[in-house]
């Protein structure tokens, strides 16, 4: 039996280990963060460099989404033609980046609040079995913290990363653009909140306090690095693994390895490729670029084209390797 003749849907199984997983991950570290800011640590890009390289693979098969969710196979022109396309929007947002980085900084942390928002909304959904339903607050409430809070409450080490990768972006997020920011940021965290305690969602109530709380508190370098792995990175490859029709009996039997084995199969040889380019641009003799503003420049030319088939995904619905939950 299937639909309402069945009862409400109980949440997805991995999807909601991969939702607890991340809240251990980011709770363990706001509760740590006092320790942290005693020792000193936390402050050094390191952290985030890290943790950009180790959340890269989670964007590595876009180009099989398509055909994941398609009730037909794909040909393999397709397939090319996704690829090429892809590349050749990564490269844009590349070329913009070395124009004109200021604005092109500007646009990439707008573009990241609405991704990491709308991911959010959208593994929700997906996990409860409900349609996606990316409502501005919601979006701003989950997408608004890793981006906004430490723009506006740690400039003094933010504001140095932002002048390596665009030296005049830190002058063109004004200290009241900043506080304005912040200020939208916060009532929505809060108009999310209580809208989850009153729908009965005490669990997800927490969330938007939790991510407002991390980067208000432990310094962003380690707070966006441990975000981006174990947060935003995490529950995106969970949704992947979904998506696969070929996971549907493994995960329908509680078995994750070899999905997961399947999906590091699928993801290594892109994931490979887009590190090269980078060390490439960092050790390339004569020519070597600073890793922070290189890094920050690979991971914003591929998250644009990445961000619009994620868009993409959502508005595309189920697809047969969901429906055979």
Excluded at 43 to 70: E, I, K, Q, R, Y
């Amino acid at each position: 039996m299937t639909g309402a003749a069945a009862g409400p849907r109980q949440p997805d199984r991995l999807l909601r280990r991969a939702g607890t997983a991340s809240q251990l991950a980011l709770g363990g570290l706001l509760a740590t963060s006092p320790l942290i800011g005693a020792a000193g640590l936390g402050g050094t890009p390191a952290f985030l460099v890290a943790g950009l390289l180790l959340g890269l693979p989670h964007g590595a098969v876009d180009h099989l989404v398509p055909a994941w969710l398609s009730a037909r196979a794909r040909p393999l022109s397709a397939r090319v033609a996704l690829l090429v396309v892809y590349t050749a929007v990564a490269g844009a947002g590349l070329a913009a980046f070395r124009a004109a980085p200021g604005p092109a900084l500007v646009g990439f942390l707008v573009v990241s609040v609405v991704h990491f928002g709308t991911a959010d909304v959208a593994f929700q959904a997906e996990r409860d079995r409900r349609p996606v339903r990316a409502g501005v607050t919601a979006v701003l409430a989950y997408g608004g913290p890793p981006v906004v809070v430490p723009l506006a409450l740690w400039r003094d080490q933010v504001d140095p990363l932002l002048a390596a990768v665009a030296p005049r972006a830190p002058a063109l997020l004004t200290v009241e653009v900043r506080a304005l920011a912040l200020a939208a940021v916060l009532c929505a965290v809060a108009v999310t909140a209580i809208r989850d305690v009153r729908a009965g969602r005490a669990r997800d109530a927490v969330e938007p306090v939790l991510l407002a709380g991390l980067f208000g508190t432990v310094p962003p370098a380690l707070a966006v690095g441990v975000y981006f792995a174990a947060w935003h990175s995490c529950r995106h490859v969970a949704r992947l693994l979904r998506h696969d029709p070929r996971n549907t009996a493994d995960l329908a039997a509680g078995r994750v390895a070899p999905p997961l084995r399947r999906f590091a199969r699928q993801a290594a040889a892109p994931t490979v490729t887009a590190v090269a380019a980078l060390v490439a641009l960092v050790a390339w003799p004569g020519h070597g670029a600073d890793p922070l503003p290189a890094t920050f420049a690979v991971l914003a030319a591929l998250t644009l084209p990445h961000a619009v088939l994620v868009a993409w995904t959502d508005r595309r619905g189920p697809g047969p390797g969901r429906r055979a939950d």
